[in-house]
């Protein structure tokens, strides 16, 4: 069973940081490239950052390049996101997802995310 964890969402005031885990469990995470997406309310969901299965690859949305950072550590099943400099509106459900199939960039579909994090940056 396919599983994906978030965790390090929460409250912080604009410029502040956070930095967002997926945990991975159910396939071999090192075969897959992985992605963030996040949905503001009365929001579409929105990719945000996406990351090769090896890490050598990563694209951005233009709303947050220069400000966050996805990287991946394969031996511990987990993707994060680093997020500096964060803006009001920044403030949305985070969710991590994997790329449907194997070893492929960059990803075309995602076929299992996880329940997601809340962040909320303050003014």
């Known amino acids: 069973q396919v599983q994906l964890v978030e965790s390090g969402g929460g409250l912080v005031q604009a410029g502040g940081s956070l930095r967002l885990s997926c945990a991975a469990s159910?396939?071999?995470?090192?075969?897959?490239?992985m992605g963030w997406f996040r949905q503001a309310p009365g929001k579409e969901r929105e990719f945000v950052a996406a990351i090769s299965w090896s890490g050598s690859s990563a694209m951005y949305a233009d709303s947050v390049k220069e400000r966050f950072t996805i990287s991946r550590d394969n031996a511990r099943n987990t993707v994060y996101l680093q997020m500096n400099s964060l803006k009001p509106e920044d403030t949305a459900v985070y969710y991590c997802?994997?790329?449907?199939?194997?070893?492929?960039?960059?990803?075309?579909?995602?076929?299992?995310w996880g329940q997601g994090t809340q962040v909320t940056v303050s003014s």
């Open positions: 997802a994997f790329d449907t199939f194997r070893s492929v960039w960059p990803p075309g579909s995602y076929g299992y």
């Open positions: 159910g396939r071999t995470f090192s075969s897959y490239s």
